[in-house]
């Protein structure tokens, strides 16, 4: 019999544990439930009478995280929700808690989400192209289509779609790409990944072609950041998340390419910034403060020994804070 395929392996959990430093009775928040590896070593770390709320948009993620916490038999009060961690503050308020310790949020994307989602995260399967993380996410478009990458692909104007390829894929061929696609769409709907790639791969000067996986990639993350509004999401999360965390509560945010990272790294020296007053001052006339202690200096990246055993980590950074 086949082996049931892992739903996804944590990444940086040591070292999560290790900033995070649960205790317990504490309450932490996984705004990224996934396959609960994260939630579930912290969930034992506060034990007994801790609280821990893991958030997912994906109902599968939430159906698998809660069958492994529930089978660990851990001794706190647990809550799963739907949805989308940029609603913590209201998430947080409806469950009536009030001293929050940690929140972490995880931004891939899980193993499951590429290998067993059957929603076209990747361009190696022949799926549907859909990339939502809430598969059950209605349509808010005024094409009243759900708002999925298909969408995207056969609707956007050439402006639109050369934008997000340049902004969230930067690809060099992004030109020769939507053109590819406008003139497909013409005669044939896209559908699929397997649609995709092939426009991608021909839009490609012929000796590119070979290294068509690259712009795919590319391309494809470009679509999924539209498509689930990701780096909208952190926005607002970032600085929600950081006003309900208690004094000394720490936020960690593990992110997998150079734009989250960025947003995350501003978003922390802003917070840990104290005076801001022009540096030709003789004095600090502004009485700023920092509000908060970075942890990592740089980003904490995968041992040698993690990154052998799963290359999904590789390109996994992890930033914490501590509140003042
Ligand atoms: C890399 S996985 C998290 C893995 C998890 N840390 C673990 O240990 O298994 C990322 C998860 O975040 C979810 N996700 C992505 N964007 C989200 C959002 N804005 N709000 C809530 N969940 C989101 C995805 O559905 C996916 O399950």
């Known amino acids: 019999m086949e082996a049931k395929k892992s739903f996804h392996t944590p990444v940086l959990l040591n070292e999560v544990l290790e900033y995070l430093d649960p205790k ?17 070593a912290l969930a034992k770390a506060i034990e007994p009478k801790g609280i821990l709320v893991g958030i997912d ?26 949805g989308n961690y940029k609603d913590i503050k209201r998430i947080v308020s409806e469950l009536g808690l009030k001293e929050i310790n940690a929140i972490i949020i995880d931004i891939g994307i899980s193993s499951y ?19 939502r ?5 209605r349509p808010a478009h005024k094409e009243k289509e759900p708002f999925t990458a298909r969408f995207i692909v056969n609707h956007y104007s050439e402006k639109e779609l ?17 053109r590819g696609i406008i003139e497909h769409r013409q005669e044939n709907k896209i559908e699929t990944t397997e649609d995709l790639f092939n426009i991608i791969k021909h839009s490609l000067p012929a000796a590119f072609r070979f290294k068509a996986g690259d712009s795919a990639r590319r391309i494809f993350q470009a679509l999924r950041i539209e498509v689930n509004k990701e780096l909208e999401n952190l ?60 942890l990592t200096k740089k980003p904490i990246t995968a041992s040698e020994e993690e990154q052998k055993e799963n290359s999904r980590s590789i390109p996994a950074k992890l930033r914490v804070i501590q509140k003042i």
């Open 57 to 82: 948009l994906d109902p599968a993620a939430l159906v698998e995280a809660t069958a492994k916490i529930k089978d660990a038999d851990i001794k706190s009060e647990i809550h799963f929700v739907k």
């Open 162 to 178: 050369k934008q997000i390829f340049d902004q969230y894929g930067e690809e060099k061929f992004s030109s020769r790409i939507v």
């Open 133 to 137: 993380f809430d598969p059950e996410a």
């Open 113 to 131: 989400d590429l290998e067993g989602s059957n929603r076209g995260f990747s361009f190696q399967k022949h799926e549907p192209l859909d990339m």
């Open 24 to 40: 317990p009775g504490q309450t932490i928040i996984d705004g990224t439930l996934g396959g609960g590896g994260h939630s579930l």
């Open 235 to 294: 926005e607002k999360f970032l600085p929600d998340a950081f006003e309900i965390l208690a004094k000394n509560g720490k936020l960690a945010v593990i992110s997998f390419h150079s734009l989250e990272d960025r947003i995350v790294k501003h978003f922390f020296l802003e917070k840990a910034k104290g005076c801001i007053c022009p540096p030709d001052f003789p004095q600090c006339v502004c009485g700023k403060e920092p509000l908060a202690k970075i």
